[in-house]
């Protein structure tokens, strides 16, 4: 049995957005890639399916079969994913962190943040940010 690691705090470490099962579908890895890189935009389906060259049915059957999951809901995890990341590595703003990932809004990444892991994000900021390594 895989479990999660432990994280202080009683929370459990949640793991990345879902990988390609199969690393064979060389145009589908690409635009994954190209939208890790592009959070901070508006990415429909519609304009993955363009950027992979295939109809938005053909992606969406392809995608789910390449990773287990929908395109809608890959990016779902993949904005969170991110969200709870920059809490703890930078000093970035709720509204910063939120352009960051693609949401329009402060207000919505913290209702979806507070969904995901109960607290909102200034309260796990404090509670998991990762203390600088000694100097000298």
Known sequence: MVLPAHRDG??????????????????LAE???WARDHLHEPLPVAELAGRAVMSKRSFARRFTAATG???????????LSRAEEL????DLLV??????VGYGSASVLRERFVRRRGVPPRSYRRA?????????
């Open 31 to 33: 635009v994954l890639a």
């Open 95 to 100: 509204e910063e962190i939120a352009r960051t």
């Open 128 to 136: 998991f940010t990762r203390a600088s390594p000694p100097t000298g």
């Open 69 to 79: 999951t929908t395109p809608h809901a890959w990016l779902r995890e993949l904005r």
């Open 87 to 90: 809490p703890e590595t930078t």
């Open 10 to 27: 009683g929370q459990t470490q949640y793991l990345a957005a879902p990988a390609l099962q199969d690393g064979r579908d060389e145009r």
